[in-house]
């Protein structure tokens, strides 16, 4: 066990953390397209050795522009190194900046490299008896280990004292020089004596000690306990001048003439003002949060006598809390009713009990009518020495006539789950003009997760009263109810008086722009309303089949799992990602396709999907993992989420997720279901009709091709929709030169693979492997079709450009997709934002029109008599509906025909219904 006494000096080899946080995940971006990964692992490693080892003084140490004295030394020293990646260097300045705003010493001495300035401080405390801890990656550092420096590598904690040394080089700290002149480095171009790795090298130290006594001594060199030990006193005499030319270039310099003593190394108060701009800037949204609300963990510096250095002032909260109030008399309560009857915009949220939307009881209500004005009405904190509240049934009576007024305007923070919450109270919430989840999300899908503390950080540079702040955390952790009004009701005020400030800087710069502000208000806040009614009515599902299926998939796994054990000679873990790779790369010998960060053969889903194509046993794998899936996914799970009350399962609709506009659901999620798998439709046949009613499922038909022709004005993809062709026939025909008649089911498979392909930028090398041709074969197909439908070739080119111009494309009803890699020095990622271009205006597209599809079938279900007719889920480019036996009929003509106008393309919209007892009997 290495010991490291308290407070010792930490010397940070910032060079060394630099590239490993670039080639490390995360990969990050902010919303500007500008690479932070890098930023954001240098700072955590620091924060950590901050954190550990609260040291009172600290540097950190990069290397400077410029050649160094072994440049002079040695021309081709580094020589083979590539340039440093521009998005890596980019990144340097910034933390530069963030490390000297957190009070941190910081070096760079032009001339030298960071491991001599390190080496030279390092030697200098030594000599005055201090100890040291460096915090390095480089193995070239171990030559400076003694009795008072230690090495740390924070990347696996690991410490080396002057035993670990030996223990790792099998040699001595002081022998270390000689050990790297042996082997050389490739990396820096060290010539090193040929031949020799690190257990020649080793071997040679061990038996005659430094290179020096080895030269004295050449005639014992054949007599050591290697391999090549024979020959190796005619390489030492041979090459006895590229050996010393590498000892040179391995000695770490401890004499660097430095600008700063020991004690100039102490770390100061950190400017949390500008941490706080740095930390916006680089979208580090924790660490920002940590800052405004000086809740930064304790890494705080001691000074020699151990007592603590005081911390700057804290950034205070940007919104002033002070004139929030609560209601708790009539009288107060009627002032309220007054100032909402009068103000011409309110913001409102609701304190509940649960998240879940199906049981929360309402606990209290927040209003703001101004900035720094907001009102608290609890209604049901229960706790032991509550204050007397208002009659909740008596409240609501009141206020119901000003929630359900639509004249009385309401912006919320996803306001769907307000409204199904005040539904259980018989309250239909109206006059919803604006929801700033909302807001932000059409503004800027990809800018921001669009929770009210991230856009409070981001919109107002403000860290708002967290909710485990006031209720705890984990098991312990109390629901609104049990939270004492002195800390419940400042929370709840707030995010009215945040929802409404942030709405006011949002719909300024939302307006500013007309076709998002119609995103806005003609499809995203009407769709409120819907989703919420469709999530409380839910769908009904049979349990009784969901247990039968999950019983025969088990069977199915574990005859999946004897199979692959059996293949593999021995029982394995299926999910071990470790043992799957030592089976299937070092035991069976398959080849590697993809590796993981760390560098070892991925075992992934895709990767495992293309060895399946040729092996049996990623087949089985890929399969096992596949059943396994649906089962804890869907046939396990779907009857333990049936509601009690209602017998029905209730997903949640998220509409601020996808980044192209598209819904996603969850608890359960429904969108995943698998359609293509007889498992997949097995599943769906336990989502049934109630008794005398049918489920209809109306789905677009091949929509995203129809918007491909749309936007991309092609003659020959345009001539072939309007004159109802099978599109992939047609494709084939003109790809391939036959008649459309000739055209075999090769053929049209693989046009619909080309064009499905192009829609979501595959290259001719994805082409190739999907179809299993040859890529030059792919290439051909490619190249035949940009020559035969030349408008879509053009549609490319021109998204792109516009693209890389404007940083974002747009939908065909102007919502925006931004593309924050788009111009990204990496190209790799470059590329990757090119093919999201290509796609996103077709998916966002086709996501906007279902959702106009079902706020126009709404508006028809709203003007029938009947309210028996419910439509139940969205899926993708499908609505599936419940409807009576006796209406099928006219009601699947009439939806069909809204589905199909619900917008005007240059191509016929075509959507295609179902019907039967079960949503696959409905397919």
């Known amino acids: 066990m290495v010991y490291i006494p308290t407070n010792p000096l930490i010397l940070v080899d910032g060079s060394s953390y630099l590239f490993r946080a670039y080639h490390s995940p995360p990969h990050l971006t902010n919303s500007r397209g500008e690479a932070t990964g890098a930023i954001y692992g240098v700072i955590n490693m620091l924060k950590s050795l901050l954190r550990q080892y609260q040291p009172s003084h600290m540097a950190v140490v990069f290397d400077a522009k410029g050649p160094t004295f072994r440049n002079e030394m040695y021309s081709d020293y580094k020589a083979n190194r590539p340039a440093m990646p521009e998005d890596l260097r980019s990144q340097i300045e910034p933390i530069h900046q963030i490390v000297r705003a957190m009070g941190l010493p910081l070096l760079c001495i032009s001339g030298v490299e960071a491991d001599d300035v390190i080496g030279t401080l390092a030697r200098q405390a030594s000599a005055a008896g201090r100890h040291t801890l460096i915090s390095t990656g480089d193995k070239d550092m171990a030559q400076l280990v003694d009795a008072h420096v230690t090495l740390i590598n924070t990347m696996t904690n690991t410490l080396l004292d002057p035993e670990s040394v030996v223990t790792k080089f099998g040699v001595a700290p002081e022998a270390i020089i000689d050990y790297l002149a042996l082997m050389g480095d490739k990396v820096d171009n060290i010539p090193g004596l040929p031949g020799v790795g690190e257990k020649t090298a080793a071997a040679l130290l061990q038996g005659l000690g430094s290179i020096s006594n080895i030269y004295q001594q050449l005639d014992k060199v054949a007599g050591l306990n290697f391999r090549g030990a024979k020959t190796m006193a005619a390489k030492l005499a041979e090459h006895k001048s590229q050996l010393e030319l590498s000892y040179q270039l391995a000695t770490i310099k401890t004499d660097v003439e430095l600008n700063c003593q020991l004690d100039d190394l102490a770390i100061q108060p950190a400017d949390r003002l500008q941490l706080a701009d740095l930390y916006r800037h680089c979208e580090f949204k924790r660490w920002l949060a940590e800052i405004l609300q000086d809740k930064q963990p304790d890494t705080r510096p001691t000074d020699s006598n151990n007592a603590e250095v005081a911390p700057s002032e804290p950034v205070p909260a940007t919104l002033d809390r002070s004139q929030y109030q609560s209601i708790l008399t009539q009288a107060d309560f009627s002032k309220l009713l007054a100032v909402l009857a009068e103000a011409p915009l309110t913001a ?9 939307y199906m049981q929360a009881e309402l606990v209290g209500m927040s209003f703001s009518t101004a900035p720094g004005q907001a009102w608290y009405l609890p209604l049901a904190h229960d706790y032991v020495g509550a204050p007397e509240q208002l009659n909740r049934e008596e409240v609501l009576s009141a206020l119901k006539p000003w929630l359900q007024d639509n004249s009385k305007s309401k912006v919320g923070q996803n306001l769907k789950y307000d409204m199904s919450v005040l539904a259980r109270y018989d309250i239909t919430l109206n006059g919803i003009a604006f929801d700033t989840m909302l807001e932000s999300y059409v503004f800027n899908s990809v800018a921001s997760r669009h929770d009210m503390d991230s856009l409070a950080l981001k919109y107002l540079g403000h860290s708002t009263i967290s909710f485990e702040d006031i209720a705890g955390k984990g098991a312990k952790q109390l629901s609104f109810n049990q939270i004492a009004l002195e800390q419940a009701a400042p929370y709840a005020a707030e995010d009215a008086d945040v929802t409404l400030q942030l ?421």
């Open 348 to 356: 409102f949220d609701t304190e509940t009990t649960s998240l879940d």
């Open 503 to 923: 709405h006011l800087k949002l719909w300024p710069q939302l307006s500013a722009e007309p076709a998002l502000a119609k995103v806005l208000t003609d499809i995203e806040v009407p769709l409120i309303k819907i989703l919420s009614k469709m999530e409380r009515h839910g769908v009904l599902i049979d349990s009784a089949l969901l247990g039968v299926q999950s019983q025969q998939l088990a069977k199915r796994i574990d005859q999946l799992a004897e199979l692959a054990y059996q293949q593999a000679g021995s029982t394995f873990n299926m999910a071990s990602p470790k043992q799957l790779q030592e089976i299937l790369f070092n035991q069976m010998g398959l080849p590697v396709l993809k590796k993981t960060p760390g560098g070892t053969p991925s075992t992934a889903e895709d990767v495992l999907a293309e060895l399946a194509l040729e092996y049996e046993f990623p087949k089985l794998i890929t399969e096992h993992r596949g059943l396994s899936k649906l089962k804890s996914t869907y046939t396990d799970k779907l009857p333990k989420v049936i509601n009690p009350l209602t017998g029905r399962v209730h997903t949640s609709y998220h509409q601020a997720i996808a980044a192209t506009g598209r819904l996603s659901s969850t608890e359960p999620n429904l969108q995943n279901i698998p359609i293509r798998s007889e498992e997949g439709r097995r599943i769906r046949q336990a989502f049934i009709a109630p008794a005398d009613k049918k489920i209809l499922a109306i789905d677009y038909s091949q929509i995203e091709l129809r918007i491909m022709a749309h936007l991309s004005g092609d003659k020959a993809l345009l001539d072939a929709f309007a004159k109802g062709l099978d599109v992939h026939k047609a494709t084939a025909a003109e790809v391939f030169g036959v008649a459309l008649g000739a055209v075999s089911s090769e053929q049209r498979r693989q046009a619909k693979a080309v064009n499905f392909g192009l829609i979501y930028g595959m290259s001719a090398f994805g082409l190739a492997k999907q179809l299993g041709i040859s890529r030059s074969d792919a290439q051909n197909y490619v190249n035949r079709y940009f020559e035969r439908f030349p408008g879509v070739l053009h549609y490319m080119e021109d998204t792109r450009k516009q693209a890389h111009e404007l940083g974002y494309v747009e939908t065909l009803f102007g919502r925006r997709l931004y593309l924050p890699d788009i111009n990204a020095r990496n190209m790799g990622r470059q590329k990757a934002a090119e093919r999201a271009a290509i796609n996103a205006p077709m998916q966002g597209t086709a996501a906007d029109i279902i959702k106009m599809a079902m706020i126009k079938v709404d508006s028809w279900l709203n003007s029938q008599q009947t309210t028996d007719i419910k439509m139940i889920m969205q899926v993708h480019d499908e609505l599936v509906f419940e409807v009576p036996t006796p209406a099928l009929t006219a009601v699947q003509t009439k939806l069909v025909s809204i589905m199909e106008s619900a917008a005007s393309l240059h191509v016929p919209l075509l959507a295609e219904a179902g019907s039967g007892d079960n949503w696959d009997q409905a397919h």
